[in-house]
């Protein structure tokens, strides 16, 4: 039970965590001059993005080590990382619609810049990811499949934001934006790093509840099967 | 050869854990009903599928670990036959020559062996379901196996066609899947009954007291 | 023995009469919808034919790589191949090559209609473009192709794993045509920056992947 206890003392501070993050941001950045109250939605929007980008990492990993060792408990985490990876990957690309609209007015032109892509185009690897774990045939299959599509999907994000940045050079006239200006006041900056923290743990503890949850399905599983076996080992199957 | 081997697809347990032993030139008939197991023993003897555990072993080489070389020394005929619908049937025997690095002669021998030269020409869309499985007989013994792994060969094949397996059968080790009891009494040694899954003894053995009542009579 | 799957692939495909001139058919049915669905005129045809070229190229490709591996698995004879000692990588790499040449030939019709029905400008860096681009997404979409086939949901998850991969391949390659088909010189940048490179370095780049990874998802 200290597995779970764990758990609970990781949800708090966690949870400790956004609330202290979101005193910060609402009550001790400063409000940005050119783009308003909105652009208060940018730290969680970027944490986010760090986040999804870390549990697909994660999910690589996972995968990687799946392919190589044969590891279960990699492919574990790489499920894991994928549920909640898929969440915040969602998460920070409508929290970026939302804060674009006031902002570009979701000029088409202007909104699928090289992060916004590749944004777009992880939540599909996501997607398919957990859609191959669905659709195989579960147990050795599935795993090994989704673990191929994590790994393509892996070196395909940066070539994705490489080649929308080099379309970019291209079309004239396009402006390069960092949120809040060129340089953050550091009220800013501290503010946008408790967050990151804050998101981060957060993510991590999605992560291990997760894992928590798939590790004790996998436990059931195998009682199932063993419950099988056992049922086919007894003599009055002979 | 086989020690502790179970199949499982998720929590389903497909085959297991089943023991197995067949020696060098043995003939095995597995026989059971449907949904009894065979296809995905034949499929793991066969190395198309890995075990979810245990052991195996196949003409002494480690089933997971030497799979290319036992490869080699196999010829498999699944459910389905395996073979190109929209080219004829010498080019698909002359196609998987080409896989084995084998020349044209083999294949024409091949095909002579199951008695298909006439049809050498035909489309395999064309060619009746026996000699769809005539042909992918020739494909599985092309490369001169010493193990031949069968899943329920005779499912359309005629009277002829069943001397054919007893000739490929020569000096050969078979493991032959069947619902056909009288041909596998016919052609091999030895059977082994799966029902769910598990072994549950060879019918021609003098102590079963009955057989399972799926055979056709033994 | 790449070759050899290959050609016996092709073989089938040119027997079977039935892929080629489906893929043909779609291709100019698709560039007739375009014409009235864009109310194309001498204007706007160059410019739409970039974006119409890439769109009817990509669902094309979706098609050709849906049928690619469709027939192994009908016939089991992915696995008949498998069990010879040809190995996976190169079973793969004759796919990746019939089906690029299909592709290829579908791109021959599509061409060329573009330039008559569409009146769309087709240059020889715009072949080029198409040419090589073709080799990259083709490599990709036999592997998901592969992996797809294996699965219950095959025509689910082909375009859900195949669009994102091919898309630096749309990116780069559009804007290339455009480049072309509106008569800008893309000279000013430097020789890494050209967009044949760096479609030339995708191809490489996926191709290596593809093949490591080819092993993973034909064998268990």
Known sequence: MTENRRLYVLTAVALGGMLVAAGMIFLYAPQDALQGPVQRIFYLHVSSAIAAYACFALVVAGGVAYLWKGSLRSDRLARAAAAVGLVFTTNAFVMGMIWAKPIWNWDPSKTWDARVTSTAVLWVVYAGYLLVRRFATPGRQAMRLAAVVGIVGFADVPIVHFSVQWWRTLHPGRVIDAPGGPALPPEMLLAFMVTMLAVLLLAGTLVAVRYRIEARRDALEERAVAAQLKLAASPGSR | ?218 | MALAVARKDLRGELRGRELLPALAQFVVLALIIANFAFDLDLVSGPRLSPGILWLVLVFAGLVAFGRAFATEKESGSLEAMLLTPAGPASIFAGKALASAALLVACEAVLLPSMAVFLGSPISVAVVATVLLATGGMATLGCLFAALAAQTRARELLLPVLALPIWVPFVVVGGRAVQAAMTGQSLAALPLSGQPLVILADFDILFLVVASLAARFVLDD
């Open chain 2, 1 to 218: 050869m086989a020690d502790g081997l179970i199949q499982r697809f998720g929590a389903l347990v497909a085959l297991g854990p089943l023991d197995l032993e067949l020696s060098k030139g043995e003939r095995l008939a597995v026989l059971g009903g449907n949904g009894a197991g065979k296809t995905t023993l034949l499929r793991m003897l066969a190395t198309v599928a890995r075990p979810a555990a245990g052991r195996l072993e196949v003409l002494g080489l480690d089933a997971q670990r030497e799979r290319e070389l036992l490869r080699a020394r196999l010829g498999h005929v699944g459910h389905q036959v395996g073979l190109y619908p929209a080219l004829t049937a010498l080019e698909n025997l002359e196609f998987f020559a080409t896989l084995h690095g084998l020349g044209r002669a083999e294949s024409v021998a091949a095909l002579a062996l199951v008695g298909l030269s006439s049809l050498a020409r035909r489309r395999v869309e064309q060619l009746s379901r026996g000699q769809q499985q005539r042909l992918a007989l020739g494909r599985a013994v092309l490369h001169r196996p010493e193990l031949l792994v069968l899943d329920e060969p005779d499912a359309s094949l005629d009277c002829e066609s069943r001397e054919l397996l007893g000739q490929l059968f020569e000096g050969r080790t078979v493991v032959m899947a069947t619902h056909d009891a009288q041909l596998a009494r016919q052609v091999c040694d030895r059977a082994l009954l799966l029902r769910t899954g598990r072994d549950a003894g060879d019918p021609w053995s003098s102590h079963m007291l009955h057989p399972a009542g799926m055979l056709g009579g033994t």
